[in-house]
């Protein structure tokens, strides 16, 4: 065979593989566009029961603080009880002690401190 036959022979082939790859990535190219919408697709189905979720956690979070005011709100007022509480305990036990000062049978001082 003639040498041009021969370069005629491999201009062919690589024009044939080079038009097979071609195919090839093609064919990936769309392969991959549609598993991508596939994906899409999937991810839309499960958008509203996600976006669902994602409300009720913000309204859990949003209970939680206010639970967590009202916590604050009850522990401000127990501080202010028990103040209230020491200092009208603390008036009972001066005004007991004064009156077992007063009183001649008292022996020894009484304490409501139990």
Same mark, same amino acid.
């Given at each position: 065979?003639?040498?041009?036959?021969?370069?005629?022979?491999?201009?062919?082939? /690589?024009?044939?593989?080079?038009?097979?790859?071609?195919?090839?990535?093609?064919?990936?190219?769309?392969?991959?566009?549609?598993?991508?919408?596939?994906?899409?697709?999937e *991810?839309?189905l499960? *958008?509203? +029961? /996600?976006?669902?979720? +994602?409300?009720?956690?913000?309204?859990?979070?949003? +209970?939680?603080?206010?639970?967590?005011a009202?916590?604050?709100?009850? +522990?401000?007022?127990?501080?202010?009880?028990?103040?209230?509480? *020491?200092?009208?305990?603390?008036? /009972?036990?001066?005004? /007991?002690?004064?009156a077992?000062?007063?009183?001649?049978?008292?022996? *020894?001082?009484?304490?409501?401190?139990?």
């Amino acid at each position: 065979m003639d040498t041009w036959i021969w370069i005629v022979i491999v201009v062919a082939a /690589l024009l044939i593989i080079g038009a097979v790859v071609v195919a090839a990535a093609k064919q990936r190219h769309n392969s991959n566009r549609e598993r991508a919408e596939e994906i899409r697709s999937e *991810a839309e189905l499960h *958008a509203p +029961e /996600l976006r669902r979720r +994602e409300a009720e956690a913000k309204s859990v979070e949003a +209970e939680a603080e206010r639970l967590r005011a009202e916590a604050d709100q009850l +522990e401000v007022a127990a501080r202010e009880e028990r103040g209230e509480v *020491a200092e009208e305990r603390s008036t /009972l036990d001066a005004r /007991l002690h004064e009156a077992d000062k007063l009183d001649p049978d008292t022996k *020894a001082p009484k304490s409501t401190n139990t």
